[in-house]
């Protein structure tokens, strides 16, 4: 049994999901920075259904993450 100190010292866990929701916000924000310069003026019906997929393909690379870490803990048990 591990004891509440060492799972304080344990790093934390690579979040897949996380990249692709950080990356996909950071394109949008690029996108409206643009905008905003005057360098690009993208239409809001494309960036509209890009929000809804890239949450969508988060929401997937989620389920695929869990689903690798569930085979691998009961391979090991």
């Known amino acids: 049994m591990t004891s509440p100190d060492d799972e304080a010292r344990r ?3 690579f979040e897949p999901a996380s990249l692709v929701a950080g ?3 950071l ?5 409206f920075g643009c905008e905003a310069a005057g360098l690009w ?3 809001t019906w494309f960036l509209a259904p890009t929000l809804g997929i890239g949450l969508a393909l988060t ?4 389920g695929a993450t869990e689903a690798v870490r ?3 803990r009961r391979k090991r048990s």
């Open 11 to 13: 790093e934390p866990r």
């Open 23 to 25: 990356l996909l916000f």
């Open 27 to 31: 394109g949008i924000a690029a996108a």
């Open 41 to 43: 003026h993208p239409d």
């Open 59 to 62: 929401g997937a690379t989620a």
């Open 70 to 72: 569930q085979r691998r």
